[in-house]
């Protein structure tokens, strides 16, 4: 007989029901057709949230929820896997935080700044209709523009349908994180003085974007460098200790209708 699509799912005895499964597995991304995946995926999920809870339990820990931002606030199961990992986790010394900095200083750069002016032609990007007729005026005012570059401020003002058009379509310094991504990755392809050779969608409308200046990032000496790379080395550190604790408990424990062979390989 064929094994169940959908078996009954347990972890030291402990059962996970089929409708909390049901209900990560919304959480899961799979093909419509093959709904065993995100099902196998939403099990293995909350099989490895079971043994972690059970070994946290076992230790005798206790749940101290942190706030993580406004409104939120963990719950007590993940607070009490937090503290568990935690006390997985060897904590970065200096020396290894300085060596990790020495071997490639370049990486630390400040973030770059650039001085940015634009042209909108405004327009809903989920309608098709008025999206294809707002590129074709954006087109135009760039043909425009290869033909009398130093027009530019003056179509802005008479064209563009950004609050910018009063400044010549000119929108100050701009760094990383402070346009949508479509804007910022067209700008950072961009040589200084140049204009997009073509209109660039955002949710917007349509862009023609000039790089006015821009201000490369600078190499960072090692105490402003440090808290950046402190973060990243913690967060590897912490993901390398859950998958090391997820492993030696799966290697002993009794699992039902689960597999969590790929996890307990890794790390």
């Known amino acids: 007989m064929n094994a169940p699509l959908f078996p009954e799912v347990s972890v030291n005895g402990e059962v996970i029901p089929a409708a909390r499964i049901a209900a990560e597995a919304q959480m899961h991304p799979a093909p419509r057709e093959k709904p065993g995946l ?14 972690l809870l059970q070994e946290a339990r076992h230790r005798g820990l206790e749940a101290d929820p942190m706030d993580l931002g406004p409104g939120q606030r963990e719950t007590e199961e ?3 896997i937090r503290a568990l990992i ?6 970065p010394d200096e020396a290894a935080v300085h060596a990790a900095w020495a071997r490639d200083p370049s990486r630390f750069r400040s973030a770059p700044l650039w001085e940015v002016s634009h042209i909108l ?5 989920q309608d098709a209709a008025i999206r294809d007729a707002a590129k074709l005026k954006a087109q135009a005012l760039a043909a425009r523009l290869a033909k009398a570059p130093d027009a530019f401020a003056r179509i802005a003002r008479t064209e563009s349908d950004c609050p910018s058009r009063a400044e010549g379509g000119a929108l100050g310094q701009l760094g990383p994180g402070d346009t949508v991504p479509e804007f ?45 790379l402190v973060a990243a080395m913690e967060k590897a550190a912490w993901a390398a200790a859950g998958r090391r604790l997820v492993g030696r408990l799966a290697a002993t424990a009794d699992l039902h209708g689960v597999d969590l062979a790929p996890v307990a390989a890794e790390g």
């Open 38 to 51: 995100a099902w196998r995926a939403a099990a293995r999920a909350l099989a490895v949230r079971a043994l």
């Open 78 to 80: 993940e607070a009490l």
């Open 86 to 91: 935690e006390a997985e986790t060897a904590v």
């Open 121 to 125: 032609v405004a327009c809903d990007p």
């Open 184 to 228: 910022e990755a067209a700008l950072r392809e961009l040589a200084e003085g140049a204009v997009t050779a073509e209109p660039v969608l955002s949710r917007h409308g349509w862009h023609l974007i000039r790089l006015d200046a821009v201000a490369e990032g600078r190499e960072l000496p090692y105490a402003a460098a440090r808290p950046r």
